[in-house]
């Protein structure tokens, strides 16, 4: 049958388990973000970057367990998420990482954080997908329109290369070829 966790009001699956320990570990930070990780040996928030990935699994998570319980306080929890990454990892409303602005850091994103911005879009969509709820499509779709117009006018080069810095040009981009 699986990992399972017994409630006193029930069974409870290995998700719901899973997101009990997230929401207990204090891994959401003031601004209502999730850290990059706990500290090992304690479990609480190792106070680390908050990368775009790490909110953008947690939405398509939640939009997941609200498909399976209908419990809406997911969802409410999720919008936290989108609106807390709006606000505070964006450029002009563009998605930004820590490591984008080489100018200011000294240090480019890596290949795998070049992609963490694209993560984060694809799991709102699994979210906003699962959510079915046309008021959350329609509160997100000019946010997420941007960041597509933002990769093609920003972020791509004339020979269709597209860099890993949306919101500004790619100058301080690192180039990934297609």
């Not at 706990?38 to 939640?62: A, D, H, K, M, R």
């Not at 409410?76 to 563009?94: C, H, M, R, V, Y």
């Not at 093609?152 to 180039?175: H, M």
């Amino acid at each position: 049958m699986g990992m399972e966790y017994v409630a006193p009001n029930g069974v409870f699956s290995a998700p719901h388990s899973l997101l009990l320990v997230v929401e207990g570990s204090g891994m959401r930070n003031a601004q209502g973000l999730y850290n990059d990780g706990l500290v090992f040996g304690t479990c609480v928030n190792n106070g680390e970057t908050t990368w775009t990935y790490n909110q953008g699994v947690i939405l398509s998570g939640l939009g997941a367990l609200y498909v399976a319980t209908g419990n809406e306080t997911l969802l409410s929890q999720a919008e936290i998420t989108i609106d807390a990454s709006i606000k505070n990892l964006t450029e002009n409303g563009i998605l930004k990482e820590s490591c984008d602005d080489v100018v200011v850091e000294g240090t480019p994103c890596d290949t795998d954080q070049q992609i963490f911005k694209g993560i984060w879009l694809k799991h709102l969509q699994y979210f906003l997908t699962f959510a079915q709820r046309p008021e959350l499509v329609s509160k997100y779709s000019d946010f997420i329109g941007t960041q597509s117009e933002a990769v093609l006018n920003i972020a791509t080069d004339p020979q269709l290369d597209i860099g890993s810095v949306w919101y500004g040009t790619n100058e301080v981009s690192v180039i990934v070829s297609l």
